[in-house]
């Protein structure tokens, strides 16, 4: 059985950082992109980052990038999203996510184009 652990959420101030962890059992995700995207209340949920099956190639929201960070460890089975330079805007339940499919890439903003994901972690940040 697939599963995605989130962990690493918190309460924040503005301005800080917090380091969230997703670790993956059930199968290996050494070849498939894994991404984080997130949902605030009353809101869709969206992309945020992904760290494609190459290990190469990562993209970010525009209102991410420059902040956050994705990183994948594939001999771990994990991929972490490191945060920094909060924004209270940045408050949402994060969710890690992984495509089934290996070497898929496409649509990868697209939260439909994924297969498993986690539980969710809260991130509050204060202003």
């Known amino acids: 059985q697939v599963q995605l652990v989130e962990s690493g959420g918190g309460l924040v101030q503005a301005g800080g950082s917090l380091r969230l962890s997703c670790a993956a059992s059930?199968?290996?995700?050494?070849?498939?992109?894994m991404g984080w995207f997130r949902q605030a209340p009353g809101k869709e949920r969206e992309f945020v980052a992904v760290d494609t099956w190459s290990g190469g190639s990562r993209y970010y929201a525009d209102s991410v990038k420059g902040r956050f960070t994705i990183s994948k460890d594939n001999a771990k089975n994990t991929v972490d999203l490191e945060m920094n330079s909060l924004k209270p805007e940045d408050t949402a339940v994060y969710y890690c996510?992984?495509?089934?499919?290996?070497?898929?890439?496409?649509?990868?903003?697209?939260?439909?184009?994924?297969?498993?994901w986690g539980q969710g972690t809260q991130v509050t940040v204060s202003s």
């Open positions: 059930g199968r290996s995700f050494s070849r498939n992109t």
């Open positions: 996510a992984a495509k089934d499919r290996i070497y898929s890439v496409n649509n990868y903003r697209n939260s439909r184009s994924y297969d498993y």
